[in-house]
């Protein structure tokens, strides 16, 4: 099944930090632009952040500074380091894969976009 796979979310206080992986499952990630999206409780999902191919990242403004996208193509992962987390973080982070023209001045998505399963994040008090 060529999907992906999220790991590492969980709880964590205001202020704390999750990092959270990509990995695919039956495909390598090289060509291809990660993206990370998230979905709160009763909101619709949205992108966050991503890295595409040539390591070109964008970030949405409220997680500038404190997120942070990487790849390491030698483990075939994507990571998403979360510093400062806030509780408007909270939600199910989802990664995933398409071509680079999803990753521009925003995070897209389209009928060819590779998912994952989503890992919850959840910031509390």
């Known amino acids: 099944q060529l999907g992906l796979v999220e790991s590492g979310g969980g709880l964590v206080q205001p202020g704390g930090s999750l990092r959270l992986s990509c990995v695919p499952d039956g495909f390598s990630l090289d060509g291809y632009a990660i993206g990370w999206f998230r979905q709160a409780p009763g909101k619709e999902r949205e992108g966050v952040v991503c890295?595409?191919?040539?390591?070109?990242?964008y970030y949405t403004e409220s997680v500038k500074g404190r997120f942070t996208v990487s790849r390491d193509n030698a483990k075939n992962t994507v990571y998403l380091t979360m510093n400062n987390l806030k509780p408007e973080d909270t939600g199910v982070y989802y990664c995933?894969?398409?071509?680079?023209?999803?990753?521009?001045?925003?995070?897209?998505?389209?009928?060819?976009?590779?998912w994952g399963q989503g890992t919850k994040v959840t910031v509390y008090s």
């Open positions: 890295i595409n191919s040539r390591d070109y990242t």
């Open positions: 995933s894969a398409d071509g680079d023209y999803y990753c521009t001045t925003s995070v897209g998505s389209g009928i060819s976009t590779k």
